[in-house]
């Protein structure tokens, strides 16, 4: 079969569109679409520079790779930051994969651990924790969000951005539905162009098996194997779900990620709790102390008591 677009052979059918791609014109579309999501909600503007969150994975290499090639021809910066969460072996192997792949590409690369950051490994506060029911994901995305703003602002980045994909988008909306939980869908409208820290998903609008062909056939060295502790529950039996139903109905995700634009749209404007500093670390949040600080004292807590008996 040929490519639709230029004369060599196509390795690749989008199902949701009718195209037949080869290698090459593949990746043109997902830098193409890439570039064009960035711009449609002003993502990256003139001097920016971009702190570029990589955790070794498919989703952050692909990242990565789209904007160190944008960079080139547009007037921005990008430095990739890995967090080190202390799991031994996991991270020691993301870590070598992503120094590689950043001297490859020639991209800076910084890694800033929890233990410096918050005194504890992500092992230690899964020990210290109070109970089964805070899951490990959710610690861990606390404590990651808060490291990736402190590296941004070490750096001096004024934009932060992560690997979050199209799929990524409609299993959280569809947790935060579950759940109840009205504001976050408000919160996940990418429109945050007049913040002081931008945070960014480039590649937001592009389906996750996409970004898997794109790692595979452009050779990128991503770590497939899982964190030891990932117990996503829910996540992945609404991810098999939404896959059941792309199948049967292609271009349904796209669909649905429209309506999640338009539905965060209107939460947003209609999120009425007030913004105001935490009192401990002058982080933005919406009660007296934020949700990051709440956990860090909570596990010191637990662990001056485990101390003292
Ligand atoms: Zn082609
Ligand atoms: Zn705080």
């Not at 409609?170 to 919160?187: A, C």
């Not at 109905?249 to 634009?261: C, D, E, P, V, W």
Request: net charge neutral; hydrophobic share 30%; glycine share 6%.
């Amino acid at each position: 079969m040929q490519c639709d677009k230029c004369q060599n052979v196509a390795v690749y059918s989008r199902k949701y569109s009718g195209e037949n791609l080869c290698s090459e014109c593949f990746s043109n579309s997902i830098l193409r679409k890439t570039a064009k999501t960035i711009s449609k909600y002003k993502m990256i503007k003139n001097g920016d520079l971009v702190c570029v969150g990589v955790s070794g994975g498919k989703d952050s290499l692909v990242l990565l790779d789209t904007l160190k090639k944008m960079s080139q021809t547009h007037n921005f910066r990008i430095i990739a930051v890995t967090i080190d969460e202390g799991i031994p072996g996991y991270r020691d192997e993301a870590l070598n994969i992503v120094k590689e792949f950043c001297s490859k590409l020639d991209v800076e690369f910084k890694i800033y651990s929890y233990k410096e950051l918050f005194d504890v490994t992500l092992t230690e506060s899964l020990e210290l924790r109070e109970n089964e029911k805070t899951s490990s994901c959710s610690i861990c995305g606390t404590f990651r969000r808060r490291a990736l703003d402190h590296a941004a602002r070490q750096i001096g980045a004024n934009v932060i951005a992560t690997g979050h994909n199209l799929d990524d988008i409609l299993q959280t909306f569809l947790i935060n539905t579950l759940s109840g939980d009205t504001n976050r869908i408000g919160w996940m409208n990418p429109d945050n162009e007049n913040v002081e820290l931008r945070k960014i998903k480039p590649l937001s609008e592009i389906y996750e098996s996409e970004i898997v062909f794109y790692a595979f056939t452009n050779n990128l060295p991503f770590q497939s194997e899982p964190c030891p502790h990932m117990n996503e529950g829910i996540r992945t039996e609404i991810r098999e779900f939404l896959n059941m139903l792309e199948d049967n109905r292609s271009g349904i995700k796209n669909s649905m990620y429209h309506s999640i634009l338009k539905i965060s749209d209107i939460m947003k404007n209609n999120d009425e709790k007030e913004k105001r500093n935490c009192d401990i670390c002058g982080n933005e949040c919406t009660g007296k102390i934020c949700s990051v600080c709440t956990m860090i004292t909570n596990l010191k807590k637990e662990r001056s008591n485990s101390n003292i008996t």
